[in-house]
């Protein structure tokens, strides 16, 4: 991979993929082959990119295929995953990835919802349209609607009794 | 809850540039290592389900009364597993400490002259399992004396070379001798069955690090 285009195409994106690779990961070592693997796909499919979208749609659309995909196999490989229901309530120092307090709880009560409720919520987090979110993830805008209102209310009950 | 989650998020990542950006560098490591790692999986399978054959193989054998070429193929597949085995050790010698991308090539390296070794031995090997295979059908004929009987008198003009049809005798030969020319086309077509996919992987892997090495 050229320096030129991971500088030019990837870094400046850098804050997309880590936000996404945080809210599928762990541990440290499982964000950093996480993040690997969405920068070498990235550089991979670049030939695909054909202006159809905005480069960062492309990159959201890429990050979240490949942790989607990691997760599919490490749960087939019977690795890691603990289901929502035995998350453990304290945030552990391998889930201290910020400095921000809260947003360390946000991120630990995002990872309570299913995977794909992860990708809508990190998606309007971002303030992507619902248009865009619906795109991306292949369903329709009024869907993804109902869906924020229904997370928001998920993680807000979270918040509250795992935290406050 | 005092604040909304968007203020959350907002808030937490006002200082976007605080966010640490892994090194990408290593960018194969586990990548390598995981496909490496699988392959030799898949041998050491293989392995074991050929030493299971061989233990199988002299019992059934046994209750169709020909327990010496049961014997004889479970030897000739233990060797093959013995051979493997050996050759699966080698993998060790490997130099693990080079760059992702030196160790693949001579993981490569190591897998061609592997097969390489398996075509040689499998030239042999090969004829054998069918002139085995060939004896326990010829012997199970030999043991049918009403069945032989009746076929001489309905096939008269046949010569048979004691119990034996002499055309059964020739087509013995010509498979033997087919199994020994035709041996490689075979072994490769075994082994893209079971490696096909991870092998093409291997190449591919290689491929695209040779890529990045160019752009770089």
């Not at chain 2, 169709?64 to 050996?86: E, F, M, N, P």
């Amino acid at each position: 991979m050229s320096s030129d285009f991971y500088q030019v195409s990837i870094l400046p994106f850098s804050g997309i993929i880590i936000k996404i690779c945080r809210a599928y990961t762990n541990s440290q070592e499982d964000f950093e082959d996480y993040y690997q693997e969405v920068c070498l796909q990235i550089w991979r499919s670049k030939d695909n990119f054909k202006n159809q979208c905005e480069w960062s749609t492309w990159v959201y659309r890429i990050s979240l295929n490949v942790c989607l995909t990691f997760l599919k196999k490490q749960k087939n490989k019977g690795q890691m995953y603990f289901s929502s229901d035995v998350l453990p309530n304290l945030i552990t120092v391998e889930n201290k990835a910020f400095k921000n307090e809260s947003l360390n709880q946000l991120y630990a009560a995002i990872k309570h919802l299913s995977e794909i409720d992860r990708a809508v919520i990190l998606l309007y987090l971002e303030e992507k349209p619902n248009k865009e979110i619906a795109n991306i993830l292949g369903t329709t805008p009024n869907n993804i609607g109902v869906r924020v209102i229904r997370i928001k209310k998920r993680l807000k009950k979270i918040i509250n009794e795992k935290f406050n | 809850m005092k604040n909304s989650i968007e203020t959350i998020w907002k808030e937490g990542f006002l200082n976007e540039k605080s966010l640490v950006v892994p090194k990408i560098n290593d960018l194969y490591s586990q990548k390598s290592k995981h496909l490496v790692d699988k392959i030799k999986r898949m041998f050491k399978i293989n392995i074991i389900t050929i030493i299971l054959v061989a233990l199988l193989l002299p019992v059934i054998y046994y209750l169709i009364d020909a327990i010496w070429q049961g014997i004889g193929i479970s030897i000739l597949l233990l060797c093959t597993a013995w051979y493997s085995k050996k050759q699966m050790k080698s993998i060790k010698a490997l130099n693990q400490g080079a760059t992702s991308y030196d160790y693949l090539i001579s993981f490569d390296q190591w897998l061609k002259n592997a097969l390489l070794k398996n075509e040689n031995v499998l030239r042999f090997s090969y004829p054998l399992y069918f002139l085995i295979v060939m004896s326990t059908i010829l012997s199970a004929w030999s043991k049918q004396e009403k069945l032989i009987t009746k076929f001489s008198r309905k096939y008269p003009d046949i010569v048979f070379i004691g119990d034996i049809p002499l055309f059964t005798l020739i087509i013995t030969v010509i498979g033997t001798l087919m199994m020994f020319f035709f041996s490689r086309k075979i072994y490769r077509w075994d082994v893209k069955l079971v490696y096909g996919r991870i092998l093409k992987k291997l190449e591919e892997t290689i491929y695209e690090m040779e890529k990045l090495k160019e752009e770089e």
